[in-house]
């Protein structure tokens, strides 16, 4: 075990949506809803949905594979996968484990995490420290959802708001200090579980008959509530881990939150002070695609210049849970 401190960057990113585009005109033709208000309530145009036989892993495994080129390493450097889905391919094993298999990583430890929309944020402080301790290398960490599977599609209260999708990062050690994952601020709350949450399928409620008539196998919201939740607890990752590192919401080159709701992010905009404009923003394209959202705007964001060198990047997420995360990066 080595102690030294190291920082840990983020040597490649890599993402991977579904090609089959659902727009909010496709769903005005199925439930009660319209173009219109999908779009003034929440900013969404469309979003992807996997095929029937793609699952969380194969998508997950496509991501990884684009940031495994972006880093110019092979599966054999790579010895820390951690995966962070509500919807894992099964309930074993793991997601992590599944995409090991598929990318030919062979000497690695396999994990997922569920924090649900928190869970990319979550995955890379613990692949971060992990990686601090000296006793892994090269983490792979992948958020990955297939929510067309858990979706219920006669809901318009909810299926007008998610997608599916992938994103993935390789953390690395970089012996220059001060820069990459900075810091991490994260917190839950379980007295709020029931704002949204999937009943069915796990041990409360297994699959039988009554379980898949009570419609128990999909995902149950409570709108209004999450919204005003996920305001206050972005509002508070950010403002905590700004103050934690001395810095001023000004000081940040590029803000990427879990793309949820673009309302959502506009009062974070104006509460933090920060212009719309420093905001990453692709919700419009992909809606929520929960622990996906961070880690497919975060590989935009780098391929298309917008976290140039010595600028600092805020990730900030809330999610079912409660959960919640802010990570500093700093981009060497
Ligand atoms: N199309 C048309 N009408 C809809 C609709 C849809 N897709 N979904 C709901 N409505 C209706 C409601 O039935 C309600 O009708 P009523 O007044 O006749 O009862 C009306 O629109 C208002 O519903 P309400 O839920 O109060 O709307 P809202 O302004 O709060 O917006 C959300 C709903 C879901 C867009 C908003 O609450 C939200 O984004 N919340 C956060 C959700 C989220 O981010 N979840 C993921 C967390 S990781």
Redesign the pocket.
């Known amino acids: 075990m080595n102690d030294t401190p190291r920082s840990v960057v983020i040597k490649g990113t890599g993402s991977y949506t579904p090609a089959n585009i659902k727009t909010n005109n496709d769903?005005a033709s199925t439930?009660?809803?319209?173009d219109e208000?999908?779009f003034t309530?929440?900013g969404i145009k469309e979003r992807r949905i996997a095929s029937e036989k793609e699952t969380a892993s194969d998508m997950g495994a496509s991501a990884a594979q684009r940031a495994l080129e972006a880093a110019k390493l092979e599966a054999s450097d790579i010895d820390l996968v951690i995966v962070a889905t509500i919807t894992p391919d099964m309930p074993f094993p793991s997601t992590a484990c599944l995409v090991q298999t598929k990318l030919g990583i062979t000497n690695a430890v396999c994990m997922d995490i569920e924090a649900?929309?928190s869970g990319f944020v979550y995955i890379m402080e613990v692949a971060a420290s992990m990686i601090r301790s000296g006793r892994y290398q090269h983490a792979l960490i992948i958020g990955t959802e297939k929510l067309s599977s858990i979706l219920d599609w006669e809901d318009?209260?909810?299926?007008?708001?998610?997608g599916d999708g992938a994103g993935a990062a390789i953390l690395g050690p970089l012996e220059t200090p001060g820069v990459g994952l900075l810091d991490f601020t994260l917190g839950s709350d379980g007295a709020q579980g029931d704002v949204?949450y999937m009943p069915g399928g796990g041990s409360a409620n297994p699959a039988t008959a009554d379980s898949l008539n009570d419609r128990l196998h999909f995902l149950k919201?409570r709108?209004?509530e999450?919204?005003k939740l996920?305001v206050k607890v972005m509002e508070q990752a950010a403002q905590e881990i700004l103050e934690q590192n001395g810095l001023e919401p000004d000081q940040l080159s590029c803000l990427i939150p879990?793309q949820?709701?673009l309302?959502?992010i506009e009062l974070l905009s104006s509460r933090l002070n920060v212009p719309m404009e420093r905001f990453y923003l692709n919700l419009e394209k992909y809606g929520?695609t929960?622990a996906a959202s961070i880690p497919i705007a975060l590989d935009e964001a780098i391929r298309s210049g917008r976290m140039a060198s010595g600028d600092y990047t805020l990730l900030v997420a809330?999610?079912?849970g409660l959960t919640w995360g802010a990570a500093l990066l700093k981009t060497p």
């Open positions: 769903l439930v009660d809803t319209s208000w999908i309530r929440t649900a929309c318009r209260t909810t299926c007008v708001l998610f949204l919201m709108g209004r999450v919204f996920a879990h949820a709701n309302r959502i929520n929960s809330f999610g079912a």
